[in-house]
Structures are given as C-alpha cells and as structure tokens.
C-alpha cells in the first residue's frame, strides 16, 4: 500500500473519473474538480455521466476518500495536482491544449511543494512549455510530470490497477520519485524517463496498436483476394513471440475517442517539426477505406443500394461501451444513406441522437432485421454471436450477413441458410482466385 498523500484532479471525466476513483482505492485522499456545476452535482448524487464498468463501484467503495468540488482553492493543499482533461483535435490536427491551459490558469497558490502531472495526452514539447509558463507566473514550488494514462475504455480501472508499465517523465528527479511513490502498492516497471520521452511513449504506443490494426486489415484485405482466412493467418503470425497475438483482430477499422485523435495529433506534430510521417499517413488512410469496404460487400451481393433496407448491428466503436466516436458505424450510416439505402439501425447501449439523422433506430435485433435486405455487424457484442437462426433467416427479406468483427463461424452461418462475408474470409468455398496458370515451358532443341 502507498503512503496516504493529497491527490488533486482537474477534469471529471472519464480519465480524472478513473484515475481519482483508482487513487483512493490505493489509499490516497482525492478531490475531484470540474468547470461543469451540473456533472459535480450529479457525482455528489452518486451519478456517474458515462458507463464504465467497475468505476461505480471503486467510487462508492472509497467514498470517505473522494471529494468532489467546483472551486479549484479546494486543491490547494495538496502533493500532487493530476490534469485530465480532454484535447480533442483542431481543423488542423493538432491538439487543442485550451482545457489544458484554462486548469492551469485555475491552479491554486500552494504554500509548499506540489507536483502537477499531466494524465492528458498532449503533444510532445507541451511539458517544456507549460514548464516555462509556470515559471513565468513565479510558480517555482511547482514540479511538472508527464504521466500519461494507458486505459482503454471498458477496462479501464483494470488496466490502472494492473498496468503493464508506470511512464514518469520529470524535469526533476524528485518529482519523479513524488509520482512514482503514489503508485506504491501497484505491481509494474516504472519508466523513469524524461518529459518530452514520456510524452512520445504514449503517442508511440497507440500509434503501433493502430499500426498493427491497419496491417492486419490490409493482409485480410489480399486474404480475400486470394482465398485465405485472415482469421487463421492472425492465429498463426500471433503465435511469433516477437510479434504476439494482440490487436491483430481485422474488421472494420477502428474507432474511439482516443486512436484517430492521437494518431492526427503525432503526424501534425511530425510535419510541424518537418518531418513526413508516411507510415502513419497510410495507416490513417487504410483506416478510412477499411470503414467503407462494408458497402462495396453489400454491392456486390445486392447490386445499386437504392431502396435497399440494410439492418446495422451495432453502434459503438467497440463492445462494452455506449461512445460512438469517431465509431465506423458513424461512417457506413451515412454512406449507406446517401446511396439510398434505409437504414436500420441496433444498440443495445448507444443511442446516436443526432449523430445518426436518417438512420430509423431500433429496439431489438428482431426490429432491425425485419424485411432487411442485409444484416451488417458493425460492433462485436455478445449479443450478437447468436444472430444466424432460422427465425432472423426467415424474417429477412435476403439471408445476408457481413460480418464487420468476424464474430459468426462463417461455416455454421452458411450451414443455418445465410449468405455469409466476413473481412479477410473467404466469401465462399467456392469464390478464390483461379489460380495463375504456369509459364509454359519451351522444349529447347
Ligand atoms: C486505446 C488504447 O488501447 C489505450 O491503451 C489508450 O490508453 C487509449 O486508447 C487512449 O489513448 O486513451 P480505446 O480507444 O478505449 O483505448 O480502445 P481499444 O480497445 O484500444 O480499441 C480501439 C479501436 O481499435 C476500436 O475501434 C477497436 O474495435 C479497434 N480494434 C482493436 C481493432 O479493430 N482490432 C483489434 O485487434 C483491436
């Protein structure tokens, strides 16, 4: 168990929610702080403004330990001052730092040594210049820690918990050593580094995991094309210790709040500084395309899409979450629409609004497949692994299933009577390349 410190959050978000939550349950005194009156009204009524799983829990559990509050004085007597709030991107792709900016415009003059760590995700050289602010403010007594999160949504406090490493990057060792102690009690390598280093890890490590998304895309890709299951080339490749069997899952590209912001965010900061991140410009691009090979599949089994009504399974950008940004679904909504298709649309947490216009929403699996010409699965729910019966067979107007997340055997799904395409899977037994035919081999003499 670590030592019981002060722990002060800016941002009450989903980040500064967990890692808030996660400190006390390490034992720490936390205050949470936001700009929102009605978000700290509602976690003093124990309402959480997103789904999490587990964080409810965390935060009832430690609730002696966790205050929450609108006015930044109240983190005046604290070690440390975590920023977790959120930078989305600009037109231009950039970062945008002005939340991070405005909490430290609301930093509180403390009368001894604290430590400000930033959880946000922030482009390298951002410690070096929030140093220098600091400083120009006269506030010396204040240390800078680039900490950055690791937490993937729906595992989230289960990645802090248990994380497979602690990056701390200081200007000083032992502000460093401050943030590293607030760990105690946690099991994993500690990266003592500096700043801009930890700064870079972060973007590094998520650009590699989308890096290793687009690969396995592009090789399902020529799967198809010449009769392989990408399915068992991932099972294969994984099995390589240097290469391992993660993020190797093709499908429909990926999505979320975090991966298409920070790989923008890393190829800007590249080309600021002059250099072209071609890899990462590629990975982005075959990301794109991968949103909408969807709709070439349905053409090609359904012909023009005009009139044609498509059922879509799923809305969040992955399973175990309701957030739908940045998700495909997003993307082959409004494709479809603007073919001409009618759109159907299933979740069974995230709800579109706005997001979808167009689109009808329904409230069961049965209501979206009714009389639809296609079944597209856009997200991978459990809920949905027991799609292919004889009831969904026979209430479709055409047997058709893409499988967006390869989540159906696509040989039972052929067996229960659907037309089955999945990503990188064969279409049909039947529909690989013929084969090139040999150079014909000249008899010399
Ligand atoms: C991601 C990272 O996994 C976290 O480590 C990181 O801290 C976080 O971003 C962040 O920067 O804050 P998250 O966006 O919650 O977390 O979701 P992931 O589980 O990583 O999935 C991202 C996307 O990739 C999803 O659309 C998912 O469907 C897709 N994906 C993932 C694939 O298409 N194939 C895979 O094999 C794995």
């Known amino acids: 168990m670590a030592e019981s410190r002060t722990i002060g959050v800016f941002g009450a978000g ?36 997103f789904h999490e799983a587990n964080l409810p829990e965390v935060l009832e559990r430690n609730r002696d330990r966790i205050r929450y509050t609108l006015d930044p004085h109240d983190l005046a007597d604290t070690d440390a001052l975590f920023i977790c709030v959120q930078t ?17 415009d609301d930093l509180p003059r403390a009368e001894r040594r604290q430590v400000l760590v930033m959880k946000s995700t922030v482009p390298v050289g951002t410690g070096e210049k929030v140093r220098a602010a600091l400083e120009g403010r006269g506030l010396t007594n204040l240390g800078y820690v680039s900490n950055p999160e690791f937490l993937a949504e729906g595992s989230a406090v289960r990645d802090f918990l248990n994380p497979d490493r602690i990056v701390i990057g200081a200007f000083a060792d032992e502000d460093g050593a401050a943030v590293e102690a607030l760990y105690g009690g946690l099991e994993a390598p500690v990266v003592r580094t ?38 068992e080339v991932a099972r294969g490749v994984g099995l390589d210790h240097r290469l391992g069997p993660h993020f190797l899952r093709a499908g429909i590209g990926y999505g979320g709040s ?30 794109e395309l991968q949103k909408r090979r969807v709709v070439q599949k349905l053409q090609k089994h359904l ?15 992955k399973a175990g979450t309701d957030d739908m940004r940045e998700a495909p ?13 009618e759109v159907r649309a299933w979740d069974p947490v995230a709800r579109p609004g706005e997001l979808m216009k167009g689109a009808v929403l329904s409230d069961s699996v049965a209501d979206a497949v009714r ?6 699965i856009v997200t991978e729910w459990d809920e949905l692994r027991g799609l292919a019966t004889q009831e969904v067979r ?28 999945g990503i990188g899977r064969p279409s049909s037994p039947f529909e690989s390349l013929p084969e090139t035919a040999e150079p014909e081999t000249k008899v010399s003499g």
């Open 14 to 49: 989903w980040v500064g929610l967990v890692t808030g939550g996660c400190f006390a349950e390490l034992g720490h005194e936390v205050i949470v702080r936001d700009v929102m009156q009605d978000r700290i009204e509602a976690l003093h009524a124990g309402q959480l403004p």
């Open 88 to 104: 989305p991107p600009t037109y231009s792709g950039d970062a945008d730092l002005s939340f991070v900016w405005s909490a430290l």
């Open 194 to 231: 500096d700043v801009a280093s930890a700064e870079m890890i972060k973007l590094a490590a998520n650009a590699f995991l989308m890096t290793r998304i687009s690969f396995i895309n592009e090789i399902a890709n020529v799967c198809e094309a010449v009769g392989a299951d990408v399915v």
């Open 258 to 287: 975090c991966f298409p912001k920070d790989s923008l965010a890393l190829k800007q900061l590249a080309s600021n500084s002059g250099y072209h991140f071609q890899l990462l410009a590629a990975v982005i691009e075959v990301n």
């Open 303 to 317: 012909g023009k899409l005009r009139g044609k009504k498509i059922a879509l399974l799923g809305l969040a950008f």
């Open 329 to 341: 679904s997003l993307v082959l909504a409004s494709r479809l629409l603007a073919e001409g298709a």
């Open 371 to 376: 009389d639809a010409d296609a079944a597209v």
């Open 394 to 421: 026979d209430s479709m107007a055409r047997p058709l299933i893409i499988d967006g997340r390869n989540l159906l055997d696509p040989a039972e799904t052929r067996a229960a009577g659907f037309a089955y395409e």
